[in-house]
């Protein structure tokens, strides 16, 4: 996560702060994301599992809701991206709660499904927030995209909650669904996450983002990009090395954005089989 000097002064400038507190708050703000930092996975560990890839990470506060992570156990490789409730400072705090218990959930000795992964997840969220289901709680939590590769058995398995994935293969584009519930207390009667398996092949290509790439604002009419236009990016250039990919994502949503504000944390990784 880098840091960007100019981007933290133009948010807190928007905000009227009385003497000196509006540095004491930069420097605060600063910090929490040097601490949220810290909680990700580091560029050459994403890289060393997955050599081919690339990861746009654009934060529209200064620490961010949004949050991604990857770790291996026995081979196995654990992908997850994440929308936490809100973004700046609630979302951060949330992404650090998620990021803690997934580590924890997946640190047992006994490797688990997609499906119950996001299951304890859940538990854990709900349990931690002291959410029991009454209409006046607030419904906080997270969307979430979980890709579980193993690249041995060549397999994956997905679960989503109110979250799905792009695989692109032999020319054709297929959207992976989760389940239209969060990662936390619903609205609904909650039932368990689903997981999808299916088999891989060399030189597939996978996509998890979150929505804040597609509801930018932005062009003549200063309407929102949508998911069509990013599906044909991601398709129209899968063949690309990677980072070309990147590249070429970041250059159409500054030029759709343009000078409107940044509405929501934007997060998108590619990764190629």
């Known amino acids: 996560m880098e840091l960007n000097n100019e981007s933290d002064i ?25 601490i949220q930092s810290a909680m990700f996975p580091s560029t050459d560990y994403f890289e060393q599992i997955f050599p081919e890839s690339f990861i746009i990470f654009e934060p529209r506060d200064i620490v961010s809701g949004d949050f991604y992570w990857i770790t291996k156990k026995k081979g196995v490789i ?3 991206v994440a929308d936490c409730t809100g973004h700046g400072v609630p ?9 803690s218990f997934l580590n924890e959930i997946v640190s047992r000795d006994k490797l688990l499904s997609a499906g119950s ?5 859940r538990e854990k969220v709900m349990k931690a927030l002291h959410q029991t289901g009454d209409i006046s709680e607030l419904k906080d939590g997270m969307d979430l995209a979980l890709c579980i590769i193993d690249n041995e058995n060549e397999q994956m398995e997905f679960a989503g909650a109110n979250h799905y994935v792009y695989l692109v293969r032999n020319e054709k584009l297929t959207k ?40 930018q604002f932005g062009g003549p009419r200063e309407k929102k990009f949508k998911y069509g236009p990013f599906r044909d990016i ?3 250039n899968h063949q690309k090395p990677m980072n070309e990919q990147k590249q070429i994502l970041q250059k159409a949503f500054r030029d759709w954005k343009g000078k409107v504000d940044q509405v929501d944390d934007v997060l998108v990784i590619g990764i190629k089989i």
Do not use: Q
């Open 78 to 80: 654990f992908l997850a």
């Open 10 to 34: 133009n948010a807190l400038n928007k905000i009227n702060f009385p003497g000196g507190h509006k540095r004491e708050l930069l420097a605060s703000l600063r910090y929490a994301r040097y």
């Open 91 to 99: 979302g951060a705090l949330m992404s650090i709660m998620g990021i």
């Open 176 to 215: 992976l669904k989760g389940d239209r519930m969060p990662i936390g207390i619903n609205a609904i009667e909650e039932h368990s996450f689903t997981g999808h398996t299916l088999k891989l092949f060399k030189n597939d290509r996978i996509y998890l983002f979150t929505d804040g790439y597609v509801d």
């Open 117 to 121: 992964v996001l299951n304890l997840l």
């Open 234 to 236: 991601l398709y129209k």
